[in-house]
């Protein structure tokens, strides 16, 4: 469904974060990125849906390049790609409901969204999502209202009123507390193997890569370094994709008793 | 959860309508009755003549046209010496009604006043800041004559209202254990004032300050229209002569000035912080 | 060991230190300043073209007009009244004509969300332009155009206040959260929702301040507009000026802080609900 070729991109005039990226998805599963911070993932996956335009290369999305596209076509593209982001990304000021609803825009004309008045089935999609997800009594709550989880929580019937065909998510759970982001990993896990929808996610907490994904790929200086199974992914292995030093502690051996507590 | 392919809807359905600004609805409609009713009675209270606005898109086609280009040369020296003054209003106005509103703003300020001061302060501040600065400057006008003299006062009492305010404002604002710790240890009231209250206001009032320059320059072009000295006078008296060339100059200089006084303001302010 | 050493506190035969509130650097800049502004000041103050007798006897002539004032003329009060809520009513009028105006301005005035860079500087320019020219200069031009009365009062003030809240709108949008955006972007939103959604509440708190706040300013500059025949109480000001009526112009004078203090109330009153 989705595949990147080649793909380069570099920030002002320094290195290229991404030198010649290359993949494809594989079916419907959950694919993990890891890779120390700066090694590209988040770059990657904003340059799936152009958030960030990448110089060179190919990005297909069922065939169609999506480095080529513009205007109304570059959002027909995007409606099917959703995304769940690190910091929500919600808009404070606006009710539960509103911000789950804002990801139907790119469906509805303007005047309907300015008004507020979505389709009925527009609206119990979003109930059944918002119970869903465990947020029934938040409806008209506004979004500075809530915690870190239920706001993510709320990112996530967002992306998901998209009807998407594919859901990335960068770093959704670096914001949340160990037990928080568990809980927030488990609902986007299992959500998404309900709607058979394949998911990319960049994660920081190998642990959980391990234990969520199907297919694990490390990033280290731009490329690709590692492609495959969860049970592949050894010790030595991290070691190549993680430079720093104490990154790697960290990830071979977390220190914070919470974080080993919420270990799967 | 997944919406079925043929567009059919499944389930039971929800009602859902964005919850409004004002809940009751009587006082939401009320609200918007009485306002809307309101808007409707003011706009017509405005004499909207079709006939004379007609009559004045030809005006305003002569006035454009005399304004274009701008006319620097035939009242040049003018053009310089009524910005000249306004400067100098400006400056002076500035120093010594920074300096006047020092008094006043710790008079008014709750906090370090006693009530009849406070009282009295207040309500200077007050009658200065209502009164707009082409009102104090007719009347200063008519009290001591024309010319920059009369502006000079006018833009001291504005800048009392505006500074003074603030000033009491910032005073109200600070943090009372400084002041205690020095009262506990004995000092007078006015040395309590130089080293607990001075320093937290400083660079407040240095910020103020610049501010008003601003704001004074702005206003010393205007109350030369009635006579107050400065660049004013040279632009009524150009409009009155129908002399739109030297009209439309003046107003491209004083833009000008402005943008710079501005700039020069706003890095002075951010180098003082 | 003890770091404290023992003996008394305070010895007359020890070093002395020297100390000073600035260090040498400030304070060659505290003196430079100093100096600068004295020195034009003194400048200012020997080039003004002032006729110094009036000045030595100002106080009194101040005195006299007080007095003169004194006491205020009630009976001018039915006179007064309409006039003052005509004066409410042009920056009313003024301010909302402004709202409307300003705010495809201060988005297009915006760099973050200003579509090119031929919008941007357009917008600017409008800004730059009504900022400058003071409310009762524009009221010169409209009643230059369009005739005495209200109407050109209300243009007036409409043109110097779309200046006025464009900037300051313009600065909150540039400062708002870009992430909301990108989330919108990403799921396929054209520009229209991204601005109803993500930009249009992040900055209503900010745009309802400067719109009560300028309206408060507007009441005060409406107050003299009548002076050049823009209508509000300005013309009753400048007539009973011109017959030295003094009791009638302490009556306006008192009506002019009445309208202002209204108008501060209302404003506070608005804040507090609003923001």
Not at chain 2, 242 to 252: E, K, M, Q
Not at chain 3, 36 to 50: A, E, K, Q, S
Not at chain 3, 92 to 104: D, E, K, N, R, W
Request: net charge neutral; with cysteine; glycine share 8%.
């Amino acid at each position: 469904m989705l595949e990147i070729k080649q793909l380069v991109k570099s920030y002002g005039d320094g290195q290229p974060v991404l030198k010649g990226l290359n993949f494809a998805t594989e079916g419907k599963a959950l694919t993990a990125v890891i890779g120390s911070s700066g090694a590209g993932k988040s770059t990657m996956l904003r340059c799936i849906n152009r958030l960030v335009t990448a110089d060179s290369g190919e990005i297909l999305f069922d065939g169609t390049d999506l480095l080529k596209l513009r205007g109304k076509a570059l959002q027909n593209a995007r409606r099917q790609i959703g995304m769940i982001f690190q910091a929500y990304n919600l808009v404070d000021r606006l009710t539960v409901m509103e911000n789950v609803l804002s990801g139907r825009l790119g469906y509805v004309p303007f005047l309907q969204g300015a008004l507020r008045r979505f389709s009925q089935d527009d609206i119990d999609h979003a109930y059944q999502l918002l119970q869903r997800v465990g947020l029934s009594q938040y409806v008209n709550q506004r979004c500075d209202e809530l915690s870190g989880g239920e706001r993510q929580r709320v990112g996530v019937a967002r992306a998901l009123m998209q009807d998407p065909r594919i859901l990335l998510a960068d770093e959704p759970t670096a914001s949340l507390d160990p037990k928080t982001s568990e809980r927030i990993m488990e609902l986007i896990a299992r959500l998404t193997e309900e709607l058979h929808l394949p998911v990319l996610i960049n994660l920081h907490n190998v642990a959980q890569a391990k234990h969520y994904a199907a297919r694990i790929v490390g990033l280290k200086d731009g490329v690709i370094v590692f492609d495959g199974k969860p049970r592949d992914l050894t010790d030595d292995v991290l070691e190549q994709i993680y430079t720093g030093h104490e990154e790697l502690e960290e990830q071979l051996h977390p220190h914070d008793e919470a974080v080993q507590e919420a270990a799967p | 959860m997944t919406r079925p392919a043929d567009g059919s809807s499944v389930g039971t359905h929800y009602a859902w309508k964005r919850p409004h600004f004002i809940e009751n609805p009587f006082v939401r409609f009320g609200l918007l009755t009485l306002a809307i009713g309101y808007l409707l009675y003011a706009m017509s209270s405005l004499e909207v003549d079709l006939q004379r606005i007609a009559r004045g898109i030809p005006r305003a086609i002569q006035i454009f046209s005399g304004a274009i280009p701008p006319n620097f040369a035939a009242r040049g020296s003018l053009i310089v010496s009524g910005f000249i003054e306004s400067i100098q209003i400006t400056l002076l106005a500035t120093a010594a009604g920074v300096l006047l509103s020092i008094p006043f703003g710790f008079a008014a300020a709750r906090n370090i006043s006693i009530l009849p001061f406070y009282g009295l302060g207040r309500a200077i501040i007050i009658v200065a800041r209502s009164l707009h600065p082409v009102v104090l400057g007719v009347l200063f006008v008519k009290a001591v004559g024309f010319g920059a003299f009369a502006g000079v006062l006018t833009l001291v009492i504005y800048t009392l209202g505006f500074v003074g305010k603030l000033l009491a404002e910032a005073v109200e604002e600070i943090k009372y254990g400084q002041i205690e710790a020095l009262k506990s240890a004995g000092a007078g009231y006015f040395t309590v004032l130089a080293y607990a209250v001075v320093p937290q206001i400083m660079p407040r009032l240095i910020g103020l300050t610049m501010y008003q320059l601003d704001i004074n320059l702005r206003a010393s072009a205007v109350i030369g229209l009635v006579g107050a000295g400065g660049i004013g006078n040279t632009l009524n008296s150009a409009f009155g002569r129908y002399d739109y060339g030297t009209a439309s100059a003046i107003l491209l200089v004083m833009i000008g000035i402005i943008l710079v006084v501005e700039t020069i303001s706003g890095k002075l302010r951010r180098f003082t912080k | 060991m003890s770091v404290l050493t023992s003996g008394p506190l305070r010895n007359v035969t020890d070093d002395h230190f020297a100390w000073h509130r600035h260090s040498l650097k400030e304070r060659v800049i505290r003196f430079l300043s100093f100096l600068t502004v004295g020195v034009v000041l003194v400048w200012t103050l020997g080039t003004i073209d002032v006729f110094w007798p009036w000045v030595w006897t100002a106080p009194e002539e101040i005195h006299d007009m007080f007095s003169r004032m004194m006491p205020p003329n009630y009976r001018t009060i039915p006179e007064i009244v309409p006039v003052l809520i005509e004066t409410i009513n042009i920056a009313t009028i003024g301010t909302i004509f402004a709202v409307v105006i300003s705010l495809p301005v201060a988005y297009l005035g915006a760099r973050n969300v200003s579509p090119n860079v031929i919008t941007l500087a357009v917008a600017r320019v409008i800004i730059v332009a009504s900022r400058s020219i003071n409310t009762l200069i524009w009221a010169l031009l409209f009643v230059a155009i369009l005739g005495p009365g209200p109407l050109a009062g209300v243009l007036a003030i409409a043109f110097r206040s779309v200046g006025f809240m464009g900037k300051l709108v313009g600065e909150s949008i540039e400062e708002i959260d870009w992430g909301p955006i990108e989330a919108l972007q990403s799921s396929g939103s054209a520009r229209g929702h991204i601005i109803t959604y993500a930009v249009v509440p992040q900055i209503i708190p900010s745009f309802w301040a400067v719109a009560i706040l300028r309206w408060d300013i507007n009441i005060r500059e409406s107050t003299v507009l009548g002076m050049v025949g823009a209508g509000g109480i300005g013309m009753l000001f400048q007539v009973a000026i011109d017959l030295f009526r003094w009791n009638t112009v302490s009556m306006v004078l008192v009506s002019i802080i009445v309208v202002v203090l209204f108008g501060e109330v209302v404003t506070a009153i608005v804040r507090r609900k609003l923001i």
